[in-house]
């Protein structure tokens, strides 16, 4: 196909404001598919993103659309993940194509993921087109919304396409629109092979999977590819496109998006924003801005059944190799036995492998404190990189400690800025921006990354009764006052309980976690005290009181089957708990600990 005859584009939106419907709508009225392959959410292939009802994974299709000039043009739709866990890899799609449907709901007007999306979009230099969606919604207010495009985006809204992806209406003026409205792409088809990998998974019939953009040159079966990051080679078997199913072709030239397998054993083998070019007569430069995506959050994942160490282990290694962006290493600890230490791009990337792990592979877990990356400056002049707060050195020997901080934006009904500004400022946060767009407010924070990852999100939808949206991106390092907190129970230190906290903040952290155990924990046949430290020092302290004897005492003699009933419930209630010296712990004593509502 020549350059000017394809047009490559994404769809970028907030969660819920149509892209998946708009992408499905799409691919039906250019007759890619037919009605009875017509699924619903063709997009959304796994299991847990149409629940969650986001996008994880990039997925692309090619559509023929014969336009109302007369001419058939290929257009390649590159649908990105929605969720800040995976900005890097939206950053990385978007500069796959030339151009974006901003799709905006009518009714509810710019969130905060649309702000977030569109700058990514912006930033790769995209031709926007707005379309405004859900029009047939009685609550839709089109000119309302095209204004707040214009005021809080800055982009020209006046030619907005109205569609509604759920009836159909105006999808004709959205495909004439990527015609029309958004360029071709360059490239040279005689330059050396120059392809970026856009995203790469695992499929079981066919191997590692890559897809990539041409940007210069032609890539056939047979070709020998070498991957630039790592210098890797490997013979092509197979290249083709997506209609949305894989059809093979012989060759993709310059502008082109598709697919290519070469017996690539993993994914890890692959790094999305990587560039691809013949072994011999390459590319001199990689394409720009190419850098591998890190792990931001840890966590200590243990089998609740130290049984199950086995079946752990396997199914992590399975889902790693799916997921590049996924690392795990063993880890011992004192109480909990073994596991492993695994790192996330995220909060949302950490639910969804835990999630898998419980319901794909059956597995009980134990899920100790997300913990951020700190950077330890020691005495002696070193520093450490410090994933987990059972590593922090004695206090002796840190100099100072920094910690990631985050650049938060916020977008909230005015009703509820009071409520917002209170809950950013409980979590150490520093205002940069406050502005208003119509009746709602637009707030800037920045924020200490390890203040948001366990629950600000939680908090923010409850404060405001789901009203606000929530975006972030991660902006640096800082240094600040920040210590280890260790929780003893019956005296011994629970290691999968200790948490970095700000110094001015411990006391109440650590009267909070006391007084949460405290509810969390059964009662033993004896006293059990739970207390905060830091160093060797108490900050906080609550006791257990003992099981007093006659509770269970009164079943006895009495109603066998309540007493059955009552055994069966204490056995069910152990399965799910891990004892630590002689206190049992239950499951979910160590994410709600750190809850601090
Ligand atoms: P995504 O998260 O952006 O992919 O959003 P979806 O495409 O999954 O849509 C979210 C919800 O909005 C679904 O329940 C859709 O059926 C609904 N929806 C999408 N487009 C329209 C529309 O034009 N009108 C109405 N009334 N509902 C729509
Ligand atoms: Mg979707």
């Known amino acids: 196909t020549d350059l000017a005859h394809i047009r490559n584009f994404s769809i970028v939106a907030h969660i819920d404001h149509g892209k998946s419907t708009l992408a499905d709508r799409l691919i039906h009225s250019t007759g890619t598919v037919t009605d009875r392959e017509m699924k619903e959410q063709l997009l959304d292939s796994m299991d847990?993103?149409?629940?969650?009802?986001?996008?994880?994974?990039?997925?692309?299709?090619?559509?023929?659309?014969?336009?109302?000039d007369g001419e058939t043009y290929i257009l390649n739709l590159i649908d990105t993940p929605g969720h800040v866990?995976?900005?890097?890899?939206?950053?990385?799609?978007?500069?796959?194509v030339e151009g974006s449907l901003l799709v905006v709901d009518a009714s509810q007007g710019v969130e905060a993921q649309?702000?977030?999306n569109v700058y990514q979009a912006i930033d790769a230099d995209h031709e926007i087109v707005p379309v405004l969606n859900k029009i047939d919604l009685p609550a839709a207010e089109p000119d309302r919304v095209k204004e707040q495009i214009e005021d809080v985006i800055g982009i020209d809204a006046a030619d907005a396409v109205m569609i509604s992806?759920?009836?159909?209406?105006?999808?004709?003026?959205?495909?004439?629109?990527i015609v029309t409205r958004l360029p071709a792409p360059s490239g040279n088809r005689d330059a050396p092979l120059k392809a970026m990998l856009v995203d790469s998974w695992y499929d079981a019939y066919l191997g590692v999977v890559v897809l990539v953009r041409i940007k210069d040159g032609v890539l056939k079966k047979g070709d020998r590819i070498r991957m630039m990051a790592n210098g890797t080679v490997h013979h092509v078997d197979r290249i083709g496109v997506f209609r949305p199913g894989m059809l093979t072709v012989d060759e993709l030239g310059p502008g082109e998006i598709g697919f290519l397998t070469a017996s690539i054993k993993q994914v890890r083998d692959t790094s999305v924003g990587d560039t691809i070019t013949h072994e011999k007569k390459g590319c001199e430069a990689p394409l720009p801005g190419f850098k591998p995506s890190q792990p931001v959050v840890f966590c200590g994942l243990f089998p609740v059944d130290t049984a199950e160490f086995e079946d752990l282990r396997d199914a992590i290694e399975k889902l790693a190799l799916n997921d590049a962006s996924f690392s795990h290493e063993m880890e011992t600890s004192a109480a909990l036995g073994f596991g492993f230490r695994c790192g996330f791009l995220g909060l949302l990337h950490l639910?969804?492998?835990?999630?898998?792990?419980?319901r794909e592979y059956d597995i009980d877990l134990i899920t100790t404190a997300p913990s951020v990356i700190y950077q330890i400056h020691l005495t002696d002049g070193t520093t450490m990189e410090m994933h987990n707060p059972a590593d922090m050195p004695e206090a002796v020997r840190v100099d100072h400690v920094e910690e990631p901080r985050i650049k938060a934006t916020i977008l909230v009904p005015d009703d509820y800025l009071g409520d917002v500004l209170k809950l950013c400022q409980d979590r150490r946060g520093i205002q940069l921006d406050l502005t208003y767009a119509g009746s709602r407010a637009l707030v800037v924070y920045d924020l200490p990354l390890n203040e948001v990852v366990f629950d600000f999100y939680d908090r923010l939808k409850s404060v405001t009764k789901g009203y606000a949206s929530f975006d972030y991106q991660i902006t640096g390092y800082r240094t600040?006052?920040?210590?280890?907190?260790?929780?003893?129970v019956n005296d011994e230190p629970v290691d999968a309980l200790s948490t970095m906290v700000h110094r001015d903040r411990a006391e109440t952290r650590g009267r909070v976690m006391c007084e949460k155990l405290k509810e969390l924990i059964p009662q033993h046949m004896f006293k059990v005290p739970i207390q905060a430290a830091i160093g060797g020092r108490i900050i906080a302290r609550e006791t257990i009181s003992a099981l007093r004897k006659d509770v269970t005492a009164k079943c006895y003699g009495g109603d066998?089957?309540?007493k059955r009933k009552l055994l069966d419930k204490q056995k069910a209630g152990k399965k799910k708990m891990r004892q630590f010296g002689k206190v049992d712990i239950p499951q979910e004593a160590f994410i709600s600990a750190l809850k601090m509502d």
Request: proline share 1%.
């Open 48 to 68: 847990i993103e149409r629940e969650r009802g986001i996008t994880i994974k990039a997925q692309t299709v090619r559509l023929e659309y014969k336009a109302k």
């Open 85 to 96: 866990d995976f900005a890097y890899e939206v950053s990385r799609s978007m500069r796959a």
């Open 114 to 116: 649309t702000l977030a």
């Open 165 to 177: 992806a759920k009836t159909g209406v105006g999808i004709p003026d959205v495909l004439e629109a």
């Open 351 to 358: 639910e969804v492998i835990r999630d898998r792990l419980e």
């Open 480 to 488: 600040d006052n920040l210590v280890k907190m260790q929780i003893l």
């Open 560 to 562: 066998v089957s309540r």
